[in-house]
C-alpha cells in the first residue's frame, strides 16, 4: 500500500546524489504552466501521471549549480476534491499511489486572487512538506493598486515567499536561488501553519489522524486528519481503504448528529486567518486597474455589443480557419507537390516510387497540411485565453453550451470543428477538468468539417438538380447537412454527457481575471508546444496510417503486362487490390444502405481523409487520381455508373445515404491519433470510432431503407 | 434569502451553503463560507450564469447554483 517511504529517484543514484523533487502547485489560472515553462525552458519532458492517462510535465534544471526535478501538476483549488485533476495533485504531494514524494512544493499564487491562492497554500503547507510561495503576476498587482507586504507574509506563512511575474519574467533569478536554498534546507521552508479549529473539533480531528496515519504511516500529522475528514467520501473511485472510510464516515456522522459542521468550519478557519493576515499585509488602491476592467466588461458582455463582438470575434476566427489558411495550405501542398515531382523525376517508376510518392510523401504531406490551421487556431486561442476574454465566452455562452451538458470554452473548440477537427481536438485543452475535455472531442468529429465539403459538393453536383421547381436544391441539401451536424453534435453531447462521462452535480465556478495585454511570449509558446505536439505524435500515427492504407490499395500488384488497353492501368491496380477485396467483401454489410463494392473502396480509402474519396472514385472509375469535386468527367461517370444489371449505381437516395455515412462516420484516421494524443490512450478513438460508425451505419440505413419504401429510387 | 434572489450592486453576507457534500465543500472552498460578504456584480446576457464580486475577485456561479446559498442583506 502506498506509504510515504521515500523511493529511489528516476535516473538518479538512491542515496548521495539525489536531485530534489519539486512539485509545482497553484490555482488554475494562476500562470503556473507558464510560469513552470519560463523554468523549464528546453528541458520540458511530457509524459503521464502515474496509473493515470492524464499528461504531466517535467524538467530537470541545474541552477547556480543545483539540479532541481521540476514536476508540474494540474491546476487546483483544493486537495479535498475528487476530480481527477484534484486526486493527481494529492497524491502527489503525499507520495501516494506511485507518485515519489516531493522535498519541495512551489506553490504559485495569483496576487489578483490572493485569498484564494492563499487557501490552498495553507492547505498544502500544513501537511508539512516544505513549501516555496511563488507570488505571481506581480507585474499586474501594481496595475490594479495591490501592494502587498512580501516579508510580512513570509513571516505568517513561515515559508519562503517570492514576488514573481511569470510573464515578464521579473523576479525569476530571486525564486531560482530561493528554489535552491530551499531544497538544501527543507527545515527553513517549513510552514507552522496549523487551521485553527474549535475544540468541539477536536475528538474527530485526532480519531481521523489515527485512522489516516495507519493508512499513510508514521509522518502523518493532524493536518492529514483534517484532509481525510474533508475529503474521504468512499464509493468505487476512492482509493481510499475500506476500514479508513468506515471510521472516517463514522466521525462525520457523530459531527452531524451534534450539529457541527465541519466543512464550513475548515474552511472558515482558513479563510478567517488568511482575512486576518491579509487584513494587515494586504492593501488595495481604489480606483485602480479592475474599474479599466470593469468598464472593458460593459462593452464586451453587454447584451447587445457583447454579442455582436463576440459575433464578430468568432466570425473572424472561423473564416481564419476556413479561407485564410488556405494560401498556407497551397503554399505545403505545392511543396509537396514539388517533392512528389522531383521525385518522379529521380525514381525509376515502379512499386519504391509508388512507395515514396502515395505512402511517404503522402503521408508527411497530410501531417504538414494541418499545420497552418493549428498554428493560426492557437494564435487566436492564446490572444484569447491570455488576454482574459475566454473566460468572457464561457461566461457569455455558458447558458446555450450547458444545456447540452458542455462547458461555456468548448465553443470555439466546437466553432473550430467546422474547419477541421484535429486543431479543434488540441484546443478543448483549453478546459481543466478532464471529463469536459473528453465530452467535447467525443462530440467535434460530428461537426461538417471542411473535407466533407467535397465529397458533398461531388454528389450533390453529380446527382441533385440544381433547383425543383424554382427551389435551390442542391443549396438546400447542402445547408441541411450542416443543420444536421449541429443538432447531431448537440445531441450527442446531450446523450454522452448523461451516459458514458456522466459528471457529477458540480458548480460552474469561472474566474473572470482582470483584462490585460497579450504577451506575444507566451503566445507563441503555445503554438509552438500545440504544433509540436502534433506532429511529433499525432504526425506519427497519421503517418504510418497513411503507408497501411497505400499498402492496401498497392498490393497485390496487378500485372499490367496482360491488361487490355482500353483499361486505365491505375484502375486495374485499385480493383485487383486489398482494398477491392475489402470493398467486395464489405459489399453485403454494405449493400442495404444502397452501396456497392466500389463505393466500399472509397469508403476505405476516405479514411486516410475524407476528401480523398474524390481521388479515389478518380481512379476506380478511370478518370484519374488528380480529379476534383467539380470534375464534370467524373460527375458524368458517376451519374452514368451501372450494376450488372443495368440499373444505376448512384440515385439520389443513394447519394443522400452515402452523405449521411459521410455525416457520421469517423472517416479520419488524423481525427483519431488527435484523440489518441490528447487522451493518451486507445479508449477514446476506438469509442469514437464505434459510436460514430454505428450512427453512420444507421443514418444511411434509415435515409436509404426509409426512402425506398417511400417509393423514391 | 438565497443570493440568487440577491439585488444587483447589493452587498450580501453569506449565511450557509446548502446542497450535496461534493458541492457543498466546492463552494466553501472557493470562498462562500459563513460571514462572507458578496456582491452580485451582473447577469449574463442570456440570463445566466450571474459575474460576483467575492474576495476581491470576480467570480461567475450560474443562478442554480447561487441559490443554493443563503444571505442575509
Known amino acids: 500500500m502506498a506509504s510515504l517511504v521515500r523511493l529511489p529517484r528516476r535516473g538518479a543514484p538512491a542515496t548521495t546524489d539525489r536531485v530534489p523533487r519539486v512539485v509545482v502547485l497553484g490555482n488554475p489560472n494562476a500562470g503556473k504552466t507558464t510560469l513552470f515553462n519560463r523554468l523549464a525552458g528546453t528541458n520540458l519532458r511530457v509524459g503521464n501521471y502515474p496509473g493515470v492517462t492524464v499528461e504531466s510535465s517535467e524538467a530537470q534544471v541545474t541552477i547556480a549549480g543545483q539540479r532541481l526535478q521540476l514536476v508540474d501538476l494540474p491546476g487546483t483549488y483544493s486537495l479535498c476534491g475528487r476530480s481527477a485533476e484534484e486526486r493527481i495533485a494529492v497524491d502527489a504531494l503525499l507520495g501516494m499511489h506511485g507518485h515519489v514524494p516531493p522535498d519541495l512544493v512551489l506553490l504559485v499564487g495569483d496576487v489578483t486572487q490572493l485569498q484564494r491562492s492563499l487557501y490552498l497554500a495553507v492547505q498544502a503547507a500544513e501537511l508539512g512538506v516544505p513549501m516555496l510561495l511563488a507570488l505571481n503576476m506581480a507585474d499586474e498587482a501594481e496595475t490594479l493598486g495591490i501592494d502587498i507586504d512580501v516579508a510580512g507574509l513570509s513571516d505568517a506563512l513561515g515559508i519562503p515567499v517570492v514576488a514573481v511575474s511569470a510573464r515578464t519574467g521579473a523576479g525569476l533569478d530571486d525564486l ?34 489515527e485512522a489516516t ?147 511517404l510523401l503522402a503521408g508527411v504531406g497530410g501531417v504538414m497540411v494541418f499545420l497552418p490551421q493549428i498554428l493560426l487556431l492557437f494564435l487566436l486561442i492564446g490572444l484569447m485565453e491570455d488576454s482574459g476574454y475566454m473566460s468572457r465566452v464561457a461566461y457569455l455562452m455558458d447558458r446555450v453550451m450547458r444545456s447540452v451538458g458542455l462547458h461555456g470554452r468548448a465553443f470555439v473548440p466546437m466553432l473550430s470543428g467546422f474547419a477541421c477537427a484535429v486543431p479543434a481536438i488540441l484546443a478543448t485543452r483549453t478546459m481543466e477538468k478532464r471529463r469536459d475535455r473528453l465530452l467535447t472531442m467525443m462530440v467535434v468529429p460530428l461537426t461538417t468539417c471542411s473535407a466533407r465539403l467535397p465529397v458533398y459538393t461531388l454528389l450533390i453536383g453529380a446527382l441533385f438538380p440544381a433547383a425543383i421547381g424554382g427551389v435551390p436544391a442542391q443549396g438546400l441539401v447542402l445547408s441541411g447537412m450542416y443543420f444536421l451536424s449541429v443538432f447531431a453534435a448537440l445531441a450527442a453531447a446531450a446523450i454522452l454527457g448523461r451516459t458514458v462521462l456522466k459528471g457529477g452535480r458540480e458548480p460552474l465556478l469561472l474566474e473572470l481575471p482582470p483584462y490585460r495585454l497579450p504577451r506575444a511570449a507566451t503566445v507563441l509558446r503555445m503554438m509552438w508546444d500545440r504544433s509540436r505536439v502534433f506532429l511529433t505524435e499525432a504526425g506519427t500515427v497519421i503517418l504510418v496510417c497513411t503507408i497501411v492504407l497505400w499498402g492496401l490499395l498497392a498490393f497485390p500488384r496487378v500485372d499490367l503486362a496482360s491488361l487490355d488497353a482500353d483499361v486505365a492501368p491505375e484502375t486495374a491496380q485499385i480493383e485487383g487490390s486489398y482494398a477491392a477485396s475489402l470493398g467486395r467483401g464489405l459489399e453485403p454489410a ?73 455525416a457520421f462516420a469517423a472517416q479520419c484516421m488524423s481525427t483519431l491519433a488527435a484523440v489518441k494524443r490528447e487522451t493518451k490512450s486507445w479508449r477514446w478513438p476506438i469509442f469514437l470510432t464505434v459510436y460514430m460508425t454505428a450512427l453512420a451505419y444507421i443514418a444511411s440505413l434509415i435515409v436509404y431503407q426509409g426512402g425506398l419504401a417511400l417509393g423514391f429510387t | 434569502m438565497t443570493l440568487a434572489d440577491a439585488k444587483k450592486n447589493d452587498w450580501v453576507t453569506v449565511s450557509a451553503v446548502r446542497g450535496e457534500r461534493g458541492f457543498r465543500r466546492r463552494l466553501l472552498e472557493m470562498g462562500f463560507v459563513t460571514g462572507t460578504a458578496v456582491r452580485v456584480v451582473g447577469v449574463a446576457p442570456l440570463g445566466d450564469p450571474l459575474e460576483l464580486d467575492l474576495r476581491g475577485g470576480r467570480l461567475s456561479l450560474r443562478a442554480v447554483d447561487a441559490a443554493r446559498i443563503e444571505v442575509t442583506g
Not at chain 1, 530561493?178 to 468541539?200: E, G, I, K, M, W
Not at chain 1, 459575433?311 to 489558411?325: E, K, R, V
Request: hydrophobic letters at 50%; aromatic letters at 10%; proline letters at 5%.
Open chain 1, 590 to 662: 454494405i449493400a442495404p444502405l444502397g452501396f456497392d463494392w466500389t463505393i466500399g473502396i472509397g469508403l476505405i480509402g476516405s479514411f486516410a481523409a475524407r476528401e480523398v474519396f474524390v481521388a479515389t472514385m478518380g481512379v476506380v472509375y478511370g478518370v484519374g487520381a488528380d480529379v476534383d469535386e467539380e470534375s464534370d468527367t467524373l460527375r458524368e461517370r458517376i451519374r452514368n455508373t451501372r450494376r450488372a444489371d443495368g440499373t444505376p449505381v448512384y440515385t439520389p437516395l443513394v447519394g443522400l445515404s452515402l452523405m449521411m455515412f459521410f
Open chain 1, 213 to 359: 496515519r495507519g493508512w499513510l504511516g508514521a509522518s502523518v500529522g493532524r493536518a492529514h486528519g483534517i484532509w481525510a475528514l474533508m475529503s474521504v467520501e468512499g464509493g468505487e473511485e476512492d482509493p481510499t481503504p475500506p476500514a479508513v472510510v468506515q471510521t472516517i464516515q463514522a466521525l462525520r456522522a457523530e459531527l452531524d448528529a451534534a450539529g457541527l459542521d465541519v466543512d464550513n468550519e475548515v474552511a472558515a478557519a482558513r479563510y478567517g486567518w488568511i482575512d486576518d493576515r491579509l487584513s494587515l499585509l494586504l492593501k488595495v488602491a481604489p480606483g485602480n486597474g479592475r474599474r479599466f476592467s470593469d468598464r472593458v466588461d460593459r462593452v464586451l458582455i453587454h447584451p447587445v455589443y457583447g454579442f455582436a463582438v463576440f459575433i464578430l470575434l468568432m466570425t473572424l476566427l472561423f473564416q481564419g480557419l476556413f479561407s485564410w489558411s488556405d494560401p498556407a495550405i497551397s503554399l505545403v501542398e505545392a511543396f509537396f507537390g514539388v517533392l512528389t515531382d522531383g521525385a518522379q523525376a529521380v525514381l525509376p517508376p515502379g512499386l519504391f516510387a509508388d512507395f515514396v510518392i502515395d505512402g
Open chain 1, 176 to 209: 531560482g536561488a530561493r528554489l535552491v536554498s530551499a531544497a538544501n534546507h527543507p527545515d527553513r521552508a517549513r510552514s507552522t501553519f496549523v487551521t485553527p479549529l474549535r475544540d468541539d473539533f477536536s475528538h474527530a480531528v485526532d480519531a481521523a489522524t
